[in-house]
């Protein structure tokens, strides 16, 4: 944005993004939309629109037949960077259930559906006090039911300082320093029964150096696809000069190795199967090996 932009309010510069998002994804915007997106007057949903195309003069034009301001074919969004993925994941959210409509700016939706994942429980209770430790960079005791520690026959109290949740792609995490076993591990939250007990923290969340340090996976085309279907798989990941840096933190990379079936023997997949390969393999293994060490 130039400086005229930098010096709009906030909820003025909301209101022209949504005026964009309305012309670039609608095909267009009537004052009725932005009063009631917002719930401002009339008026000044027509001052809104007027300040927009005095700002971007060749952007919007009014279609009498329409009743409603459309793009232009020089339309250029100045307050907003169109982005495909936003506006997919708003669609993913409300066919999961996540969001309504009422929560984004879409209105004329295509259809769509997702896979049905059975979704994991997390107790809200549960995750309002671990965002509370974390904030407070306290401790709190967890009951915790494992499945791989030697105690795993029954839930058992631990007691965790907390700094971070992560995702795997499919479950929700927190990242702690482990009272019991002395060191920073991954608890699932939705194996997260039961909270009590804040104290004083265990660690300090800088001494985490696996989720501090970063490792770069470069991903390319299988090679073992054809030219032009690696050209294609070039272009799905928007890959430059033919491959991709994925940056990890080592603490996930177990996660990353599972999801791109870094484990699954050689052969077992078709190369389609795995349309991307892990260039710098031996580097990403080595990793692995420190962060499970």
């Known amino acids: 944005m ?20 309305r012309a670039f ?10 009063t009631g997106q917002f719930g401002v007057s009339v008026p000044q949903a027509s001052n809104d629109l007027a300040l927009y195309q005095r700002l971007a003069p060749l952007n919007l034009r009014y279609d009498a037949s329409e009743k409603r301001y459309v793009p232009t074919a020089d339309f250029a969004p100045r307050f907003m960077k169109p982005d495909a993925d936003r506006y997919l994941d708003q669609l993913w ?4 259930g996540l969001i309504g409509f009422d929560e984004t700016w879409i209105v004329r ?3 769509a559906g997702v896979v049905p994942v059975p979704r994991r429980r997390i107790e809200s209770s549960v995750l309002k ?8 960079r306290r401790s709190i005791e967890i009951l915790y039911q494992s499945m791989t520690s030697r105690r795993a026959d029954q839930p058992i109290w631990r007691r965790i300082t907390p700094h971070a949740f992560a995702h795997d792609g499919m479950r929700w995490h927190v990242r702690a320093f482990c009272h019991l076993d002395e060191k920073f591990k991954d608890f699932l939250l939705s194996r997260c029964r039961e909270v ?3 104290g004083a923290a265990g660690a300090d969340a800088a001494d985490d150096s696996l989720w501090h340090t970063m490792f770069t996976a470069v991903l390319v085309p299988n ?20 491959q991709a840096e994925i940056p990890i933190r080592h603490a996930l990379l177990y996660y990353f190795n599972k999801r791109m079936r870094l484990d699954v023997p050689a052969g077992i997949d078709k190369p389609a199967e795995r349309p991307v390969v892990v260039a710098n393999i031996e580097a990403l293994r080595q990793a692995l090996d420190e962060a499970s060490g």
Not at 2 to 20: A, H, M, P
Not at 25 to 34: F, K, M, P, Y
Request: hydrophobic content about 30%; proline content about 4%; some cysteine.
């Open 93 to 96: 959210c409300v066919a999961d």
């Open 196 to 198: 009590r007990g804040e």
């Open 25 to 34: 994804w609608e095909g267009g915007i009537r004052r009725g939309d932005i």
């Open 129 to 136: 006090r671990l965002v509370g430790v974390i904030r407070d």
């Open 223 to 242: 090679p073992e696809l054809a030219p032009s279907q690696r050209e294609t798989i070039a272009l799905d990941y928007g890959m430059t000069n033919g």
């Open 109 to 111: 939706a295509p259809e």
């Open 2 to 21: 130039d400086t005229t932009d930098e010096r709009l309010r906030w909820g003025t510069e909301q209101r022209l993004e949504f005026i964009e998002f």
